[in-house]
């Protein structure tokens, strides 16, 4: 199979990089840089948060919920401004990696009494990539 011309180029141009600062990633047997992957990714991942854009800010701004901007890393029910239930408030969960997979696996299981009207999301990858696109807002 024939690495496509686009890919011929992009491998011509990063042979001209020191190997330290070149990262690679495989694609149907064409070598990428990493970064086009990882924009693919970060795509994905985006989309996968429009159903939490519809009460969540990326931009540090709050709305019908809380910015979730340096969400990882935050403790639960503290974004100035916002106004959280006791639950939430009183949970003080530190939101990272696993604890957001747990409540968005079920909101209301690990937080009772909690008001998002949201009743989690089932599937495994789905949760995986808004976690991964939640990691990328700082």
């Given at each position: 199979?024939?690495?496509?011309?686009?890919?011929?180029?992009?491998?011509?141009?990063?042979a001209?990089l020191?190997?330290?600062?070149?990262?690679?990633?495989?694609?149907?047997g064409?070598?990428?840089?990493?970064?086009?992957?990882?924009?693919q990714s970060?795509?994905a991942?985006?989309?996968?948060?429009?159903?939490?854009?519809?009460?969540?800010?990326?931009d540090?701004?709050?709305g019908?919920?809380?910015?979730?901007?340096?969400?990882?890393?935050?403790?639960?029910?503290?974004?100035?401004?916002?106004?959280y239930s006791?639950?939430?408030?009183?949970?003080?969960i530190?939101?990272n990696?696993?604890?957001?997979?747990?409540y968005l696996?079920?909101?209301?299981?690990?937080?009772p009494?909690?008001?998002?009207?949201?009743?989690?999301?089932?599937?495994?990858?789905e949760?995986?990539?808004?976690?991964?696109?939640?990691?990328?807002?700082?």
């Amino acid at each position: 199979m024939r690495t496509p011309a686009i890919y011929r180029r992009m491998l011509i141009g990063a042979a001209s990089l020191c190997c330290a600062s070149l990262c690679c990633a495989s694609l149907g047997g064409a070598l990428i840089p990493a970064a086009a992957s990882l924009a693919q990714s970060t795509t994905a991942d985006s989309a996968a948060f429009k159903p939490c854009a519809v009460c969540h800010s990326v931009d540090g701004s709050n709305g019908t919920g809380p910015t979730l901007k340096g969400v990882i890393g935050r403790v639960s029910g503290t974004v100035p401004g916002f106004r959280y239930s006791r639950a939430l408030k009183s949970a003080a969960i530190t939101w990272n990696e696993e604890s957001l997979d747990r409540y968005l696996t079920n909101p209301q299981g690990l937080v009772p009494g909690n008001i998002m009207p949201f009743s989690g999301i089932p599937d495994a990858a789905e949760r995986a990539a808004v976690i991964a696109y939640l990691r990328t807002l700082r």
